[in-house]
């Protein structure tokens, strides 16, 4: 589906930290196909969701952890497919019948998309979605924290509907992928961080993406106050309740 589309590895995709500015504006993401980190934690779901393989009823579920991947998978999948991109935060009834009413007198859509799928509190709308898009044999495909056999659903079509949804999960990234993440996220922000600092960063934090998402914001609002970089007591106070080991990392620290 993806062909001739250029992926960074682990290996490559680590660089040193540039950080220049820290601006106090609210941080977006970057969804860019060239900013997505190939590793051996994402490469079944990668070859499911951007690969040629057909999914069962043009309908499949990408699980995972807070900060694996899932958004970024679905931002690229979606705009591959030109597919209506959703938000399950904010699906409803009105809003699906809405949204085929105008696809009949319009532009046909052929692919559609739910970030966080799992956290739609109006049941009919998930089921009207997924009947018309099987109907109308629209891809579609969801994204969400916990496969959707385990969604917690009253209405009984819906949960028939998500048991025989194929699932695929992003597994937690490796050593290479997190220091990778962390450094993407330290540059996004341009937050000054030394190498060494780095280093002691990833030797403390917890080894899930979302402890470096969680950790990088905590360092950004401490930079924007103190209006320095960051230093090892810096972050150590900033993060102490995250370090794996806050007493010595809070200890003596030269420079600070």
Known sequence: ???????????????????????????????????????????????????????????????????????????????????????????????????????????????MAVDRADECRDERALLHLLNTAREQRIALLLGGRTPPARWPVALPDLASRLRATMAVAIRQPGDGLLRVLLLRLLAERQIVVSQPVVEWLLRRLPRTARAMQDAVDRLDHAALACGRPITRGLAARALADMLVDTISAAGSVPGD
């Open 1 to 111: 589906m993806v062909e001739g589309t250029k992926l960074k590895t682990d290996e490559n995709a680590v660089a040193e930290v540039i950080g220049q500015l820290v601006l106090p504006f609210a941080h977006t993401p970057r969804f860019a196909v060239g900013d997505f980190v190939f590793s051996a934690s994402n490469a079944a779901a990668r070859s499911w969701v951007l690969g040629p393989t057909p999914w069962p009823e043009r309908r499949l579920a990408l699980w995972g952890a807070a900060g694996t991947g899932k958004t970024h998978m679905l931002e690229i999948w979606a705009r591959v497919h030109d597919a209506v991109l959703l938000h399950g935060g904010s699906l409803s009834l009105a809003h699906v019948t809405a949204l085929f009413a105008a696809r009949a007198t319009g532009a046909p859509v052929m692919a």
